[in-house]
């Protein structure tokens, strides 16, 4: 059984808070960014991805942040609502802010890239009085994303929202979500991380997303389990340390390491994989299921998200995550 424990009295199982803002991906797959003529539209930012791959399986999730007041900030709020997940915290910005854009390269499976457009964007200006103590009060899991992190007042918003979480017994996930584009300097970065991270449960990143926190640490190794250790000498429970194709490890605080199984995909780009895989990962751990299936249940989540066109689109159901499982193992005793 995992060790994390998720309270009962809640009317939600999960909030995300963060990111909003729109994926346009390539519709001209294996071609470079300059010669791609047509994108589709997606709702994308790593937290809504989560959120929306949480509702898919069956949960009942809310979200906190800020849209822009435009038609990409009603696609947004409409699209959310009509994947069931409650809007009665996402805002909407009355500065003149806009939404973020990710326009996506898929030059071949394994050479993906993301031009990103940032600049005043709405996401970033919730502020510390518009998170809903309510909202928050009310979930099992509250999960925050690195990017929010980045810039005032949003940075101020998150902190807040881990106070209203420690205040009320939830359970908290950080999704490190590193985009340096967005950040000052690496050691503005860390800064931030670390002072999130001592707060959170359950940390899920790559090894060079805890690298870049190790920045002011003498002498850092680069050693997973050195790494994972620091953290539960705060509140972390598990560690999760992505290694891309060389899949993943998590660490307890018992003392215990799990290796997540691996599935093969036909992968037609990677982004979204990392988004897929936590929603997966923290289900199974709000199922209570042991560590080990959680990570398997998120790796095959994964494998269905990065044979897709899209991300957000692409987030399976249970049933669908069920039958991918068992067809895999079903090939791999043929």
Known sequence: MSSIRFPDDKTLDFVAVGRLCIDLNANEINRPMEDTVTFTKYVGGSPANICIGMARLGLKTGFIGKVANDQMGRFIV???????????NVVT???????GLAFTEIKSPADCSILMYRDNVADLLLTAGEVREDVVAGAKLLLISGTALAKSPSREAVFQSLEYARRHGAVIAFDLDYRPYTWTSEEETAAYYNLAAEKCDIIIGTR???DMME???AGPGHDDNVTASK???YRAQIVIIKHGKDGSIAYAKDGSSHRAKSFKANVVKTFGAGDSYAAGFLYGLMQQWPIAKSMEYGSAAAAIVVSSHSCSDAMPTAGQVNDFIRMSN?????
């Open 93 to 99: 910005d009355h500065t003149g802010a806009v939404t």
């Open 231 to 233: 953290w539960f000498d």
């Open 330 to 334: 079903a090939a791999s005793l043929n």
């Open 208 to 210: 060079e997303e805890f």
């Open 215 to 217: 920045r002011f640490e």
């Open 78 to 88: 409409r699209y959310l609502e009509q994947n069931g997940i409650d809007t009665g």
